[in-house]
């Protein structure tokens, strides 16, 4: 029997349970998602597994595009997270940095074996250049951006144009980041996960020498 979970939220309490419904389609999308592949994946799908009809569903997403969207935002968003906490976080300037581009890198590490259909998902995502990568570039840039900053201030980095020079690192760390070129490194160039990470802890500490007064 089909359920109508999308009443028009006319009150506070109407706002909260909307809010349920919305985050409930997002969570079932994200699980089909994983099993099935975000372009298999119909609307019809996700509103038969929640009990409602496919009219429901596009009261909170007008598309099938916008919950591909929402996925990717939660998924890009949890790694965005991520990179922020590291930053804020305790450690020299040095060893933030570190840590973020080496979390950054596993994270798209993992994707690529544990969860390939997401890893799809972005790399598509990247492909057709949904606004949600561009958010997440952004927010990681953002990271790198304080964490260059607070090194300067300490004397640890020479004092340089951190937003430029956070740009800079993102684009010579990308062969580890974008889950296109990771593929080709391990499917095609038959490169293993012990190797990638030896090259981008050498990337890593070359980047660092040039950051140094």
């Known amino acids: 029997m089909v359920q109508n979970l999308a009443q028009p939220a006319t009150a506070e309490g109407g706002s909260a349970r909307a809010d349920g419904t919305r985050a409930r ?8 998602f994983r099993t099935l592949g975000y372009q298999k994946t119909t609307v019809a799908d996700i509103a038969r597994e929640l009990g409602m009809s496919p009219a429901n569903v596009y009261r909170f997403f007008p598309s099938k595009s916008a919950i591909n969207e929402a ?5 890009l968003g949890a790694m965005a997270a991520e990179a922020k906490a590291i ?30 259909r997401l890893h799809d998902m972005v790399t598509a995502a990247i492909d057709e250049h949904w606004g949600v990568v ?6 990681v840039h953002e990271a790198i951006r304080r964490v260059l900053e ?7 980095f020479a004092r340089l144009d951190a937003a430029a020079t956070g740009h800079i690192i993102m ?11 990771l593929e080709t490194c391990i499917s095609r160039k038959g490169q ?20 140094r007064p």
């Open 87 to 116: 930053a804020d976080g305790p450690g020299t300037a040095a060893d933030r940095l570190r840590r973020l581009l080496n979390g950054q890198f596993e994270r798209k590490l993992e994707a690529l074996f544990a969860e390939r």
């Open 192 to 211: 293993t996960p012990a190797e990638l990470r030896e090259q981008i802890q050498a990337m890593i500490e070359f980047l660092l020498r040039g950051l």
């Open 134 to 139: 561009e958010r997440h570039l952004a927010n």
């Open 25 to 32: 389609i997002e969570e079932t999308a994200e699980r089909l």
């Open 171 to 181: 684009h010579a760390v990308i062969a580890w980041n974008h889950p296109a070129l």
């Open 71 to 75: 996925i990717a935002e939660r998924w």
């Open 150 to 156: 607070d090194g300067m201030a300490s004397g640890a």
